[in-house]
């Protein structure tokens, strides 16, 4: 009996992906649930596992591959009698590929001269479905992120994207990359990273974007927090940290300025009677955003142990679609790099997103008197559709009250 080894759902606004590398060949004996192969979308990385036991008897979609949300990657024959009819070295044989590649490869490896676009790559069967509908070339978009430079769905999308292609008319030839110089090197963007600078962009073109600041004395949120450290992380398991009370603090201003927890649809605004917090976290191929689904009936300990998940499952790319979607907030923090101030970029289709920076000692005058303080600066960015400049002012400053003295978060006031 055999089983598909099909391409689960994509999660939210997510519809194609690329068979980024194959984890097991065919032949080869596997387990269930054991993964075998990884999908790379606009998101995340996404890992297939094995849906039964038995023997990977043929492998459908290669690597580079686009495919979309129930296609069949491959076919897994049940028990050890599959293993026999996977021959499949002779798919590639070694003198064939070695002989005519050696030509091709020392061209491009020249450190001078013009590197010229790559030609009519073969596109892939929906790309080509999709640049037939748009009148546009192969010669236009050039070099895929597919397998061999072979057009995807997504550099067709992408192609489209771009302000000029609208514009110019489709037979019109995009203007010859540059030649590059010697000590440069021309790579293809990921996925994730067009994504990333097209959403920013979009961010940027569709809101009435503007940035609001203020800046917090950590003394008493650094005395709270040294004071109890050891005590918390006993009795929780995880360390306290920063973030934690600067959720809590905009959870308390957010449902006192519901606006900059909503969102413009057409002509209509979505008010949102729950917070899900987005927690802006690097990856190894760029930033991306889980979120804390209703971060207002969670505590200090709960938020901590949620975080520090996201940022180990970060690094190991392990992220799942349904912790990417959904948030109604976000909170980027630049101070773990070093920055000072920022304007943070809006994560569509929010309102508001605030942007904490690294604490430094600065004179201040307290009562009076200059004292060397704990500073950091603090900085809203919001969508002035929907959020007047009252109203995040007004917001900023009970992030700034509640952060100053912990003890309104703990009473609610």
């Given at each position: 009996m055999a089983t598909d080894i099909l391409v689960p759902t994509l999660g939210e606004s997510v519809s194609t992906a690329t068979v980024a590398r194959w984890l097991k060949k065919a032949g080869?004996?596997?387990?269930?649930?054991?993964?075998?192969?990884?999908l790379?979308?606009?998101?995340?990385?996404v890992e297939v596992n094995a849906p039964a036991a038995g023997v990977i008897e043929s492998i459908t979609a290669d690597e580079?591959?686009?495919?979309?949300?129930?296609?069949?990657?491959?076919?897994?024959a049940a028990g050890a009698a599959a293993a026999a009819p996977a021959p499949v070295k002779p798919h590639k044989p070694e003198p064939v590929a070695a002989a005519p590649a050696?030509?091709?490869?020392?061209?491009?490896r020249q450190p001078q001269g013009p590197v010229a676009v790559p030609g009519a790559h073969a596109p892939m069967p929906s790309a080509a479905k999709l640049m037939a509908e748009n009148n546009v070339s192969a010669e236009q978009i050039g070099a895929g992120s597919a397998k061999d430079g072979r057009i995807a769905k997504g550099d067709v999308l992408e192609f489209l994207s771009r302000p000029a292609a609208a514009a110019a008319p489709a037979a019109a030839k995009p203007a010859a990359q540059?030649?590059?110089?010697?000590?440069?090197?021309?790579?293809?963007?990921?996925?994730?990273?067009?994504?990333?600078?097209?959403?920013?962009?979009?961010?940027?073109?569709?809101?009435?974007?503007?940035t609001t600041f203020n800046e917090v004395d950590m003394g008493a949120a650094m005395a709270l927090r040294s004071e109890y450290r050891d005590v918390f992380?006993?009795?929780?398991?995880?360390?306290?940290?920063?973030?934690?009370?600067?959720?809590?603090?905009?959870?308390?201003?957010?449902?006192?300025?519901?606006?900059?927890?909503?969102?413009?649809?057409g002509d209509q605004i979505i008010y949102k009677h729950f917070v899900h917090m987005g927690i802006a976290v690097g990856g190894p191929n760029g930033l991306v955003v889980p979120v804390l689904r209703n971060a207002d009936r969670m505590g200090f300990a709960e938020i901590e142990k949620t975080i520090g998940g996201f940022g180990k499952r970060a690094r190991d790319g392990q992220l799942k679609l349904e912790e990417l979607a959904g948030g109604s907030f976000t909170i980027t923090n630049g101070g773990?790099?070093?920055?000072?101030?920022?304007t943070p970029i809006l994560n569509p289709p929010q309102s508001g997103i605030l942007g904490m920076h690294k604490i430094q000692d600065r004179p201040m005058v307290v009562g009076g008197k200059i004292e060397i303080r704990p500073m950091m600066y603090i900085a809203l960015s919001y969508d002035h559709r929907i959020v007047d400049g009252k109203e995040a002012v007004s917001f900023l400053v009970r992030v700034k009250e509640s952060v100053e003295d912990p003890r309104r978060l703990m009473l609610d006031i």
């Open positions: 080869e004996a596997v387990k269930a649930d054991e993964p075998l192969v990884e790379e979308t606009d998101k995340v990385t580079g591959a686009e495919v979309e949300p129930g296609a069949v990657l491959g076919v897994i050696q030509p091709k490869v020392e061209t491009p540059r030649g590059l110089e010697e000590g440069e090197e021309r790579v293809k963007m990921t996925r994730l990273r067009v994504t990333i600078a097209r959403r920013l962009k979009e961010a940027q073109n569709n809101a009435a974007m503007l992380e006993k009795r929780h398991g995880v360390r306290l940290g920063f973030m934690s009370f600067f959720v809590k603090a905009c959870v308390a201003a957010l449902k006192e300025f519901p606006a900059v927890n909503a969102e413009i649809e773990i790099y070093g920055s000072l101030m920022s």
